[in-house]
């Protein structure tokens, strides 16, 4: 598995990461006790993650209390294996600095885990408080607080749309951006890297990861409706690349739910890069 830095943290991210939304949940909200839980089927998610040196998991888009409680029965054995990205939603600015302490505190008890790698600011695309009003409000000196606490590592802003994502990105308040999969298609497919806000991100050190993104299924119909000479191998492999081969971003977070489609996607891993010279063709 490719393995890289994420920006100017000391966090060595493989390529490809892990999107725990994905997870198969339980969908009962009586499973409340450790008695109650068979964590097995997630657990054999993270084995073969481990087995394939997958090692990013998102949790943040992980709300419910008894699906964390879930996720940690499965994550506590193997949390040395992870960076684990965890999440709180912009709306705690409203909240009292003691209120959001006590929730991140209530996530890491039910993660099973002392801490976050990252720790991750969700904004989303009709986010009922502005942009500069979160910029000044005291939620990004909180989220610093708890770095220094010791309950996080790292600082990011997980953004669902390119509407005022610039001005989250040149905050400098920031170490990890966790880009949809949408800002990403648009940054490939407007205005070219370069001048992009995947690559300004990158320029100012920040870790780049993208989340949301397609199934590889999507992708490859994707590839074929813009390229309809490439034949259906050819499809997935370029699908793959494009994942693997995304500039300016660090790692892919997939929504995969069991080992064998784990084991399934790491087989197609491209050993060449051809991301490029397929963007190249469909331009031209």
């Not at 943040?60 to 964390?68: A, I, R």
């Amino acid at each position: 598995m490719h393995q890289r830095i994420l920006g100017h943290t000391d966090l060595e991210v493989s390529a490809i990461g892990l999107d725990a939304t994905a997870f198969p949940m339980p969908r009962s909200r009586l499973l409340r006790t450790a008695a109650a839980i068979d964590a097995s089927p997630a657990a054999h998610t993270l084995i073969a993650a481990v087995d394939h040196e997958i090692n990013v998991l998102d949790v943040s888009g992980v709300h419910e209390p008894f699906e964390q409680d879930y996720l940690g029965h499965a994550l506590e054995p193997r949390r040395r294996h992870f960076t684990v990205i965890g999440g709180f939603q912009s709306h705690w600015a409203c909240e009292p600095y003691e209120r959001r302490t006590e929730r991140l505190l209530g996530i890491l008890d039910r993660l099973r885990t002392n801490h976050l790698d990252v720790l991750s600011m969700i904004v989303q695309h009709d986010d009922a408080v502005g942009t500069e009003d979160l910029l000044r409000s005291d939620l990004l000196d909180w989220a610093e607080e708890m770095i220094r606490r010791g309950y996080a590592r790292f600082t990011g802003i997980s953004l669902a749309s390119s509407d005022n994502a610039a001005a989250f990105v040149s905050s400098d308040r920031f170490d990890i951006m966790l880009a949809s999969y949408r800002i990403v298609h648009e940054s490939l497919t407007t205005q070219g890297v370069s001048a992009s806000l995947l690559g300004e991100a990158r320029r100012l050190g920040m870790g780049v990861l993208t989340n949301n993104v397609p199934a590889l299924s999507v992708l490859e119909q994707l590839v074929q409706n813009m390229s309809p000479d490439v034949d259906a191998r050819e499809a997935r492999r370029i699908a793959v690349s494009i994942l693997f081969e995304l500039p300016q971003v660090h790692a892919s977070l997939m929504g995969v739910q069991t080992p064998a489609e784990i084991s399934h996607f790491c087989e197609l891993v491209p050993t060449a890069a051809s991301t490029g010279a397929w963007f190249e063709h469909v331009d031209e």
